[in-house]
Every structure is written in C-alpha cells, then in structure tokens.
C-alpha cells in the first residue's frame, strides 16, 4: 500500500508536469487527484496553490472524505512531512477549496482519478455555451477515447456549471448534474475550467486530453467558418 | 534481422513522442507503423489505446497481414512479452482495428512506413472541405519536400475519405482513392484524421510535418483573409 | 546572504528559461529582477541583451537603486566577475535601460521581484485597449490567483501606459499609474509588453501567468464571437 | 581554427534544434549557416533534406563560395567525413539548392550568419502582402532588438521576393533587393519562407526571433481587429 501511494503521487506529479506545459494548469490553478483507498475514502490530492510544473510529491495530500489533511502520512514513503518537523511539509500543507468537488465526483462516480484543468479553450466554452447549458460535441472519431463510447456516432454532452466561491453549494450544483445524465465524462465551470475523470489515472488523463482538444477543433473550426 | 526490429521500433517510439508533443496524437488516438519484412509481411505497429507521449518499446506489436499479433516476439531484442509471462507484454495487447488501414497502404503503395495523427487542423479540414471531396493544396515551397515534388509550382490533392467503423469497408474505400490517383501522398478521414506513409520512416515523418504544416497555414490565412 | 543570492539568482535563471519556452522572451526581450536587500536596494537583474532561453548565472547583475551595477560581486558565489579579469564577466556587462522601471516598482509597490515579458497577446492588448487606458479583466477564477483577489467576481484593471524611450519620463508615468490605483497587479506599455510583480519571484511569476494566459483567453474569446 | 569549427557547428546544431521546436523548420525545411572563414569563404551550413530537429554535427557541410563541399573536412575537429569511408559522411551529403543565396547574403551584407525558417506566419505574410512589396513593421519595442534600431519609432520593411527553382535567377533577385535598401534586416520568398541574418549566429537568431514574434503579432492584431 505504501508503494501503491508512492506510485499513485508520482503519476499525479508526471500528469501535472505534461499538462503545465501545455498551458492547463497555469498560475498554480487547477487540481489532481487519485484514489489511494476506496473504504474509508483516502484521496491523494495537489494542495493548494503549488506550481505545478514544478509539483513534488511532498505537495500531493492525504484527504478523506471530509478533506481533512490525514497525519502519519510521514511513515509513508512518498511523504516528507513529520510532526515538529520544521521542513516545510505536507502536513502544513492544506488542500485546495475544490478538493470537496473531487470527493463528490468520486462518490458520485466511482471515479479512481479526477483531474481539473484550466485551459484557454475550456474556459472560452464554458462562458461561450453558457445559454444552452453546456456543449454538444458530435461526430468525431477522437469521442471514441471516452469509456464506453464505440463509434465516432456520438452525441457527447459537456454541461456547464454557473461558477461559485460557496464550495458545499457547487458540490450539490454538480451533484444534480451528474445525476441528471449518468453519461456524461466531463463538465465545465464557467469561466472556470474542466473536471473530468475516469477508473483510473490514465483513463482520467485520456479523457481530459480528448475533451481539451475537441474544444480546441470546435473552437478554431467556428472562428474558421464564420462568413 | 533483430537489430534491425530494435532499430524500426526506436524509431516508431522517437516520432511517437515527438508528434504527442505537438499535440497530434491526444488521448492515445493514432497510429504508427513501419515494414519490418516484406515478404511475408510483417508491420511494425503501436498497439491499440496507448498513450503516445510515455510509448514504450514494448508497446509496438509485430502484425502480419492479416493483422494478427506474431508470437515468438519474445526472443527479438526489443521485445519483452513471454508466453507464460505474467508482465504486461506484447503479447497480451492488441493492434488497433485501424491496423487494417495501415496494411493497405503498405501493399497499395509499397510504403515502408504509415504515420496516422489526428491534429486540430487535419480534424477541421477534413470536415470543411468535405463537399469538394479533398484539400487542394498548391504554390508553396514546403511541398518540394513531398517525394517526387521538384517545385512549389506543384498542385497537391489531398483526398478525404467518409469515416466509417466498418474496417474493411473503410479499407475498400481507401483502396479505391489510392488507385484513382497515384500521386497522392496521403489522405484525410473526415472529423478523424491524416494518414500519411513513405518509403520509410524518415521520408513518412517528413510527409506528415509537411502536410500538417501546410494545413495550418491554410487554415491561418483563410482566417486572417476572410474580410 | 550569499547563498541567498544563489537562490535568487538560479530562481530568476528557472524562470527565464521557462518564459522562454512559452516565447514570452523572445530575441533577448524582457527583464527578470528580484531583491537581495532592502535597506540598502539591492536588486538582482538580468543583463541587458542576454538570450532569455540560455541564461546563465553570471548574466544576472546586482544593482543598486540607481542601477549602479555593484562591484564586488565576485567575492559572492554565483557569481564568476573578477576586476582584470579577462573573462567576459558580470562587471562588464550593462543592466537594461529599463533596470530603472524595476527599481520603481520595488520602491512604490514593495516588491520582491519583477518580471517583464513580451508575449503575442500582452503585445496585442497593450495597442488594441490604448484609447479605454487599460484592459478590464472580470469575472474569471483565475483571477483569484491574484494576491489578495478572493472571488471570481473580481474586477481587474490593467493600465496600458503609452511607450517611450526616455526611461526617467517612463518611470514617472508609472509612478503615477502606480498611485492612482493600488490595487492592480501589473500594467501593459503600449506595443511593449508586460509587467507584474509580486512580494516574491514565486508569486510574481503567478502573477504573470495568470495575466497572460487571461488576456489570451479574452482575445480569442473576441475573435471567436465577433459576428 | 578547428576548434573554431566545432564551437560554429555546434551553435547551427543548437540554433537548429531549437527552432525545430517551434515548428519553424519542419519537414527538413530551412538553412541555417555561419562563416567560418572570410578570405576566401568558407561557409558552414546545413545539408539538404535533413531532419533540423535531430540535425548533428556531421549534417553541417563546409562550402566555398560556389558552394562545393570541400574535402579534407575528415582531419578537422567535429567532421566524420573521410574519403574512401563507407560510413554515411558529410563527403556524401550535398548542400542545399538554396546555399547560393546563403552565400550571396553574405557577400553583399558581410553577414557572419544567415538564418532561413520556414513558419506558418512568415509563410502567411510572404503570401498576403505581396501585392505591395513587402510588410511595413512600426512602432513596437521589439523592433529595438534588430541590430542599428534604437527606438521603437522606428519603421521596418521586410521585402518580398517572388519565389523561383531557378537558384542564380532568385540569388539576383535578391541581390537587387538588397541594394535597394541597404537597412533591411531580412526578406520573405513568397509562399516560402524567411531569410534574416546578423553579424554572428548569436545576432541572426535575435533577428529571426524577433521578426517571427512581429509577424505573428501583427498576423493575429489583424484577426482579432477585423469587424
């Protein structure tokens, strides 16, 4: 289990990295997280406002359920962080606000990982769509990396959330999206960003590079067709 | 012969990572191959859903041409899978269904390598330009760079294709495109991606950059020209 | 102390190398500086002239408030000048000409470090917004990256300040820029660039992601729903 | 003198890789090269058709000024090439069509280096400002970092050349060009590419750098400006 952590940290550290320089987690913004334990729920977790391009996994958390930042994580390989230690370690660390909305996701979902991103062109969509309450994305192959999706044929439907700093009222806001259409891989905060998530670290990571780069081919196919 | 394997296949990974970093081949889509033996064929290939940016060399399967996964793999250096073997190896992976495609063009056009991406710009233009059946690409010097090309006073067609989930049927119509003109060197599949191949790696990598370049450029100027 | 200034120095040197990569410091544009002491001033700077994307400790000057390089530096590690020494050193380079806007932002913000870039779109919206005096940014999460900004719901303003070689005259312009407005966190001079701040090289190097990925975000929102 | 070589080489190689990354020479596209010697020439440039992005030492060719590749390269430093050697030398890799005007760039303007790249915006502007000569380039910072300009106010003309396969016929046209303006500090081929040069490799590339961001700049100005 040990291992398992230090394993699930180093991905989270590599995905955080790729994604910073592609300029989806810039400024500190955006979150990662990856289920270490399911029962009781342990969820390692970016703290909040790290660099992350320069993430170290002494910067990823043990949270539960409630997001309390678990102690004795120190005897865990993977982790620096000691009690009375003055070294800056996780354990005063704290996780960001939106770790409540990764909690709900995984409850919600099953999901083993869920990433947070904070594009160009997420945030574009997710202020652009606003009216119709989210974006339809039809017809390309590149859908078929979503989970269960096996023909380009495919009607995906990307909701947007109206944005809020009241975390516990943005966590039933996405609740009662996720519930209204279990089909759905992904969803936008307005002018905010993207969550997106999967079974694990990897599918979590396909799933966002997807999403990201269908909006980006939507985005410059309507600057491209406007007469 | 083995060495020569080793060689194909740190090749195929090299422009697998180079071609993730531009974004080309998000969410584990596309597909890399290249000849290892002609008669009886066998095609180096990247195995189905894996990410292109960490490919390992593990990761590019042997096919024949009927798209079967070779075994005996195991005792060519380069390749890891076992029979019996619990590790992850090649053996226990399966070509993507587009392996199909891939095969074609190799006995169509005699190509030594096939590069598959799917760009934002291939992805726009091969929806926009669907009704005129193909891109026309003409007057720039970059196409001097496309075999047998000797000056930019050349016109490039750049058919495209209707998607479709039915390989064989999506073999038949490229078979089809390919024989209606053999000066081709590639083709897009609509809302899918660019395939393109060469005489060998080099020469394929070399077509792909030169086609998605001039893509772009298009792409770029009808934007900035539209009044 | 002298380690300190080996940190600042190498952090300075991270983050010249990462502006670059993004092309924000393109053909030896921009200045990086961050303070060693207060009382006395002494601040770390790049030289004038040195390519972003290859700099080296040594082409990180210290100045004092009058921009006055300080000798003496070669008795402190991190840095190679020596006087007669024939190497090209840290005492025969020269500070930019803009050295002076630093020393100004440092004095009237209490800053610890200042970083000013030439991106694509600061450019842009530096000449597109010069007759409203500023860009307003608002209601984007990111903006809560900002030091102090607790709520998307924020209202940013960005003065654009008209651009001129007469480096003292500069310095009083955003003087009083500066003083009209405390709250904002960097400013535009027009067809220039950009500079932002912060109490240390982390957050400033915060602030201008933030910054230009926003202004990215809203140009391409301008040109995605222009009718 | 050869050390002197090897220091040259690496600099092209360097300068190569990096610009590769920006996607400005794609597809084998562009030339890079560096005096090694003035009386008479001996010119270090890179080889035709070569992959700029894994470009190596032994891809840089030595020529005269009627650009033959000169032998004897074998005994210096940081060439492999050897006559009767069956490895793939630079005796056997032939230098680019385009090394004439390389050459004839840096006869009429003593250039030290001649850079060409071949970017989508330099490829965009040699196209669409053709009809009136050239693009008019005023009033940015930037342009202070072309070699003679000291302010900003500055006005900047980057000539266009129709593009040609008839290499003495385009060295003329060029040579003409160039006398009629002796301040330009580059030139576009139509529907081809960018020539920039500088004192030594260190200035070419600012110059490159900087008229690539000024043509990007004002490419996307366009786009978001238009009604």
């Known amino acids: 289990m040990s291992e398992n952590v230090r ?8 995905v955080a990295r790729g994604f910073y320089a592609r300029g989806w987690l810039m400024g500190t913004s955006g979150n990662l997280s990856a289920v270490v334990e399911r029962e009781p729920l342990r969820l390692a977790i970016t703290a909040s406002g790290v660099d992350k391009g320069e993430l ?8 539960d359920e ?50 947070h ?33 096996r023909t380009h044929d495919h009607s995906e439907w990307l909701p947007i959330v109206e944005n809020s700093q009241d975390m516990p009222a943005l966590a039933n806001a996405i609740s009662k999206i996720l519930n209204q259409d279990k089909s759905v891989h992904g969803f936008l905060i307005r002018r905010h960003g993207l969550y997106a998530w999967g079974d694990n670290l990897t599918e979590a990571k396909r799933h966002v590079e ?18």
């Open 66 to 115: 409630n997001v309390q930042v678990l102690s004795g994580m120190s005897s865990r390989p993977g982790f620096t962080s000691k009690p009375n230690s003055k070294s800056k370690s996780a354990s005063t660390k704290k996780p960001s606000d939106e770790s409540l909305l990764h909690v709900r996701i995984v409850k919600e979902r099953g999901a083993g990982a869920v990433l």
């Open 210 to 227: 997807i999403l990201e780069f269908l909006l980006e081919t939507m985005g410059r196919t309507a600057m491209i067709k406007r007469g």
């Open 56 to 63: 170290k996994p002494e910067q990823v958390l043990i949270v």
């Open 117 to 149: 991103t904070h594009s160009i062109w997420n945030t574009i969509f997710s202020d652009l769509h606003v009216e119709q309450g989210g974006v339809r994305i039809e017809g390309y192959e590149m859908l078929k990396g979503l989970a269960g999706v």
């Open 7 to 14: 394993q699930i940290v180093g991905g989270l550290v590599s």
